[in-house]
């Protein structure tokens, strides 16, 4: 059956901190791996990784694949308090059906 | 715009009634999904389409219906079968095939009291 697991479930920071959300991945058919942001409503699109090893980068988040283990892992450098939210990461099974297979999330919360 | 639109925001029903959840895009994506949400249990799948006139359950699309006459449109409605209504509704929106991405709408919350 495909999973997605993420960790850890939770954090708390403090502003400035470093941050590392990990997301393993068990999926028949894998095509990419994709990140989400959800602060209280819909989640919005991070970024989607295909390729292993290349890294995608936008301000101060970033996010790099790896196939051979499958994992993934975002990064956020120097969190504000605008980084909390719950970050989800979903593996997509491009079989037929063309599903995406979701962790449950890790909720960061980034105090001043 | 381009976007997704879900309505109403909230939504309060009693047991036993059929209520229609709406969701359009118009970013002209040809497959539409809806999920649920629940506290610590992440995004789970009720239904899913690929093209208009066709569409396939998902993993709980028990007391849940779907149509999708149009390709801007995919309404969700949740019967009186459904055991468990209350919850975070989300639809989401992808592109054609090679853009994965799923998109989604504002959501729905639903309480059945």
């Known amino acids: 059956e495909d999973k997605v697991v993420q960790s850890p479930l939770s954090l708390v920071v403090h502003e400035g901190d470093t941050v590392t959300l990990n997301c393993s991945y068990e999926?028949?058919?894998?095509?990419?791996l994709l990140w989400y942001k959800q602060e209280k409503k819909a989640p919005t699109f991070l970024f989607m990784l295909?390729?292993s090893g290349i890294e995608k980068k936008s301000g101060r988040l970033s996010s790099i694949l790896d196939k051979k283990e499958l994992f993934s892992i975002l990064n956020i450098t120097a969190t504000q308090t605008g980084d909390s939210a719950i970050y989800l990461c979903?593996?997509?099974?491009?079989?037929?059906?063309?599903?995406?297979?979701w962790g449950l999330g890790t909720s960061l919360a980034v105090n001043p | 715009d381009g976007g997704i639109t879900q309505s109403p925001k909230y939504l309060f029903r009693k047991e036993g009634q059929n209520v229609t959840l709406s969701c359009e895009q118009n970013?002209?994506?040809?497959?539409m999904y809806w999920y649920r949400q629940d506290p610590g249990q992440g995004l789970r799948l009720i239904y899913y389409?690929?093209?208009?006139?066709?569409?396939q359950k998902g993993d709980i699309a028990e007391g849940y219906s779907v149509s999708r006459e149009k390709k801007e449109s995919f309404p969700l409605t949740v019967t009186s079968a459904q055991k468990n209504p209350t919850a975070f509704y989300l639809c989401?929106?992808?592109?054609?095939?090679?853009?994965?991405?799923?998109?989604f709408g504002p959501g729905t919350r639903l309480t059945v009291t």
């Open positions: 999926v028949t058919n894998f095509r990419s």
């Open positions: 989401a929106s992808s592109g054609t095939v090679g853009l994965y991405e799923q998109y």
């Open positions: 979903a593996g997509l099974n491009a079989g037929n059906n063309r599903k995406l297979i």
């Open positions: 389409s690929q093209i208009v006139n066709d569409f």
């Open positions: 295909t390729s």
């Open positions: 970013l002209n994506h040809d497959a």
